[in-house]
């Protein structure tokens, strides 16, 4: 049985690396921020500018493998704390920082695969993170095709630009796009809506798909419970996110939470 000896879990916020860790009970918590405590005596507590002396500690750790868990807070590089090799990265990431998450995190993962680290996503760890074709939940979403495409086509346009994984449209209209601020804080903008600019219809739907060629080992999009009660709080009646690329975390209190609504969750490609 794989017990984790060899796996590093680089941990951000939400419940994605306590779950994968529930998994690999011998897998290294990596954090980069102290003030996420854990109750675990396998943590390695790091800083950003410091990843030289990171991959010391991995290699003292016996660590092979590496999986990245969990939304990690953009990185304010302070030049002065910096280590050697750190600092000789520094124009790249400065450069990688300005392109997006996407161009950071690869080259983070590039940086890794160079000392010899195996990346692994999430969803090649645990199994069921993800959901295939069809309903999760609900049934006949017919009049919400049209609004699913306008979804799809507002995704598509924007994703060159490395910019959000999600849309909320209602009737035709574009309610809110994830940007930098992130899924919950988008759903949370939407509940704020104005009544007037909201037409009557049977709601809007959240559409959650990943970007053009993100690499989904360390980006894979995630929806939890939370992000459901949301989407259910701003009025709408449905997600659809993208089969076997995005992770529904905790799937049962996604479903009660959904039934209890009358909303509706869809694994269904984009057909743009």
Partial sequence: MDSGEDLAIIGGSGELPLIIKSCFRKAVYIFFNKSKQ??????????????GLLFEKLNQNGIRRVVMAGAITRPQFQKSKMDDYTLNLLPKLQTKLAQGD???????????????????????????????????????????????????????????????QGVVIENGLVLGIETLQGTNELLKFVSKTSPHLRMQGPGGIFVKRPKAHQDLRFDMPVIGPKTVDLACKAGLRGLVLSPNSVMLLEREKCIKIAEDNDFFILAEESKI
């Fill in 38 to 51: 854990v109750a675990d005596e396998q943590v390695i507590y790091c800083e950003f500018e410091k990843l």
């Fill in 102 to 164: 996407n161009e950071l995190l690869s080259f983070i993962a590039d940086e890794f695969e160079k000392k010899g680290y195996q990346i692994l996503g999430a969803s090649d760890l645990v199994p069921n993170l993800t959901v295939g074709p069809g309903f999760v939940c609900g049934s006949s979403y017919e009049f919400f095709s049209r609004d699913i495409y306008k979804a799809d086509s507002v995704l598509n346009t924007l994703s060159p630009e490395d910019i959000g």
